[in-house]
Structure formats: structure tokens, C-alpha cells
């Protein structure tokens, strides 16, 4: 039984950082591409950033270059996502995801690639 849990959301003022984390259990997500993707009410699910299996790639949405970054522990089964200079729309849940490759598409913003899904961490920024 595969599970992705997520933590780390929280309330934050505008600029101020948020470490996302999403620990896998089930699942070695040391072979697969994992993605962090985000929702806010009333739009659809937008990806946020990528990484490859082995950390050698990353990608990210315009919208968070410069201040988000994506990394993983493979050892601790777990992918993390910093995100510095938060802004209010950045106000969402935020999901990570898993997809079944160790190369992420090159579409990998889309949701249709990732197999596994986590129930989401909350995160408001005012």
C-alpha cells in the first residue's frame, strides 16, 4: 500500500518561508520522479516543481523560480520542498506526487504522469 504524507504547511505573512516535506511509506521513491503540485479554491491543480530520482534534474513553474527549491533524501524516503519569499497567491494546498519513472516528462506539470498522490498540506499566505 503505497502513501505519500505531506507536512509542514502552515500560516505565514508575505515573505516570510515555509519547508514542505512528504514522506513515502510502501514506495521506494528513490527510483521515481516526484513533483509538488498546488490547489487553491476554485482552480485547478497547477505543478510546482519536479526532481528526478537520483536529484539530477529539476524544473519549476515560472511562478516559483528563484524562490522555491525542490530537493530529496533518498535515504529518509523523502522529498522536501523550501519555499522562501512567499507571496498571497501562493495560497493553496499543497500536494506531492509520485510518478513511476526515474526521468520526469517533460511535460511534468501535468497532472496525468503521477501515479501516487498525498492528501495535502495546507498552506495560507497574508
Known amino acids: 500500500h503505497v502513501q505519500l504524507v505531506e507536512s509542514g504547511g502552515g500560516s505565514v505573512q508575505t515573505g516570510g518561508s515555509l519547508t514542505l516535506s512528504c514522506v513515502a511509506s510502501?514506495?521506494?521513491?528513490?527510483?521515481?520522479?516526484m513533483g509538488w503540485f498546488r490547489q487553491a479554491p476554485g482552480k485547478e491543480r497547477e505543478g510546482v516543481a519536479s526532481?528526478?530520482?537520483?536529484?539530477?534534474?529539476?524544473f519549476y513553474a515560472d511562478s516559483v523560480k528563484g524562490r522555491f527549491t525542490i530537493s530529496r533524501d533518498n535515504a529518509k524516503n523523502t522529498v522536501y520542498l523550501q519555499m522562501n519569499s512567499l507571496k498571497p497567491e501562493g495560497t493553496a494546498m499543497y500536494y506531492c506526487a509520485a510518478e513511476t519513472a526515474p526521468r520526469c516528462e517533460s511535460t511534468w506539470y501535468e497532472t496525468r504522469w503521477y501515479a501516487y498522490w498525498g492528501q495535502g498540506t495546507q498552506v495560507t499566505v497574508s
Open positions: 510502501g514506495y521506494t521513491v528513490t527510483a521515481y520522479c
Open positions: 526532481i528526478y530520482s537520483n536529484g539530477g534534474g529539476t
